[in-house]
C-alpha cells in the first residue's frame, strides 16, 4: 500500500486509490455517469448543504475523476488538486480566482500563446493589468511588483525559450509580500520540478502534456493548498464549467502509471539531440536548460531533477528556411502539442505563439527561425539521422 513516504515511483502508480474501496478492482474504475443518486431526499438535501460527503453529479465531483486529482496532489507535494477539461481551463480559473477588477498581474517574460491571449482578454474586459518580467534577479522581480499586483504568474522553462526562474527566489520575495506564486510546470511534469516544494503556492498543467503522455487526451490540472483548491472548486470551476470527462480521468491515471520511465527516456533522448545540434553548422543558438554554458544551467541543477525532453534552436536563415527545413522532416512530426511518444516540431511565431504581436514576440526573444523540439521516445539515433537528412536539404 502507498503511504505518504512512498517514493515518486510508488506513488505515480498507487496515490490516491484504494482497491477494497472499488470492489477489489485492480485498475481504477471509470465511472462514466453524469449524475448520482441519492437514498432519500434527505440526503441530497445535505449533500447539497455542504452538510453530507458524497457525489451530487459529475460537474461537482466524480470518483474517478477524483482519484487523478488525489494523485497528482501526492505527486507535486500538495494538498489538494483540481482537473479540468484543458490547460487552458486550469490557467483561466486560477487566474480569475486570484484577481478582480483593477488588479495586476506579474508575469515571466514569456508565455504560452493563449495564456497571453487570455492575459489581454482579461486586461480588455476587466481591467485586470499585466507586465513581464525577466526575474532574473531579486531587484527585476521587486521593481515589478505593484501595489496592485494580485499574483506572480512564472512558466519555467519559459514556452518556447527554454528560459529559467530561480523558484525559490521568486517565491521568497512573493510570500514576503502576500502575493501568491502560480507556476506552469507543463515542461517539467512534477517528476522534474515541484515548485510548492520550493514556497510556490499554486502549481498548474496542460496535462495534455507529458501527464498523458500518449497525445489522445486535453486536460488541466491545478494543484495547491485545500482551502484554495476548494475556493475554486466551488466558484470558477463549477460556475464556468469547464470539467475533465470521466474518461479522460480515467485515461491520464493509466498514462501516469508510466510518468517517471517516460521522462527518463525523453530526457536521455534530449541530452543526445542537444549534443548534436550544439555544434551543427546549420544551427546559430540551441536553447536547453542542460547546457552548460546556458546562463541558467546553475539554476537547472538547482531545482529540476533533469534537463527534460525540450529544446529550441534557431536555424540559419529565414523563415522560409525554418519551414523548408520542417517540410524535409520524415520521421519527426510537426504539430504543436509536446510530451508525446513521437518527436514533434513546430514554428512558434507562426503556430503557438502566433496570438502575440511581433514586437512582443520579438521582447520575449520568439523569433521568425526558432523552432521547437519535442524529443520523443524513438531510438535517438532515428531522430538525429532525420534532423541531419533535413539539414542537408537547406
Known amino acids: 500500500m502507498e503511504n505518504k ?3 515518486f515511483e510508488t506513488k505515480v502508480i498507487h496515490a490516491g486509490y ?29 449533500r447539497f448543504a455542504g452538510q453530507e460527503e ?15 486529482e488525489d494523485r497528482m496532489a501526492a505527486l507535486e507535494n500538495g494538498e489538494a488538486a483540481l482537473a479540468f477539461s484543458s490547460g487552458m481551463a486550469a490557467v483561466s480559473a486560477v487566474l480569475m480566482a486570484l484577481t478582480k477588477t483593477g488588479d495586476h498581474i506579474l508575469c515571466s517574460q514569456g508565455v504560452y500563446g493563449c495564456t497571453f491571449g487570455l492575459l489581454e482578454l482579461l486586461k480588455e474586459k476587466y481591467g485586470i493589468g499585466h507586465d513581464f518580467s525577466l526575474m532574473e534577479s531579486v531587484e527585476t522581480i521587486e521593481n515589478a511588483i505593484l501595489p496592485n499586483t494580485a499574483c506572480i504568474y512564472i512558466e519555467t522553462p519559459i514556452n518556447p525559450t527554454m528560459k529559467l526562474v530561480d523558484l525559490e527566489m521568486a517565491a521568497k520575495i512573493a510570500n514576503d509580500r502576500g502575493i501568491p506564486v502560480v507556476v506552469d510546470n507543463t515542461f517539467c511534469s512534477p517528476y522534474l520540478q515541484t515548485p510548492l516544494t520550493l514556497g510556490c503556492d499554486i502549481v498548474v498543467h496542460s496535462a495534455t502534456k507529458y501527464i498523458c503522455g500518449h497525445g489522445d487526451v486535453i486536460a488541466g490540472l491545478v494543484i495547491g493548498k485545500k482551502e484554495f483548491i476548494q475556493q475554486v472548486s466551488r466558484t470558477t470551476q463549477k460556475d464556468i464549467g469547464g470539467i475533465i470527462s470521466p474518461f479522460d480521468a480515467w485515461l491520464l491515471v493509466r498514462g501516469m502509471k508510466t510518468l517517471p520511465v517516460r521522462m527518463d527516456r525523453h530526457a536521455e533522448n534530449a541530452r ?12 546559430e543558438d540551441v536553447y536547453y536548460p542542460g547546457d552548460p554554458e546556458n546562463n541558467d544551467y546553475a539554476i537547472m541543477k538547482k531545482q529540476m531533477k533533469t534537463a527534460g525532453g525540450l529544446i529550441s534552436f534557431t536555424i540559419k536563415g529565414t523563415k522560409k528556411t525554418a519551414q523548408t527545413f520542417m517540410n524535409q522532416l520524415q520521421l519527426i512530426k510537426i504539430a504543436v502539442s509536446l510530451g508525446d511518444a513521437e518527436t514533434l516540431i513546430q514554428h512558434p511565431a507562426t503556430m503557438t505563439h502566433a496570438v502575440v504581436p511581433e514586437e512582443e514576440r520579438e521582447k520575449m526573444g520568439i523569433g521568425n ?8 521516445l524513438e531510438a535517438w539515433e532515428d531522430i538525429t539521422e532525420d534532423l541531419e537528412q533535413a539539414f542537408q536539404k537547406v
Open 5 to 7: 513516504d512512498s517514493r
Open 18 to 46: 484504494q482497491a477494497e474501496e472499488h470492489l477489489g478492482s485492480l485498475v481504477p474504475p471509470l465511472y462514466q455517469t453524469s449524475t448520482f443518486t441519492f437514498a432519500n431526499a434527505e440526503q441530497g438535501e445535505n
Open 54 to 68: 458524497g457525489y451530487i453529479y459529475s460537474r461537482l465531483g466524480n470518483p474517478t475523476v477524483k482519484i487523478l
Open 272 to 283: 543526445r539531440i542537444f549534443e548534436f545540434l550544439k555544434h551543427h553548422p546549420k544551427i
Open 369 to 376: 527561425t526558432l523552432l521547437r523540439l519535442s524529443v520523443g
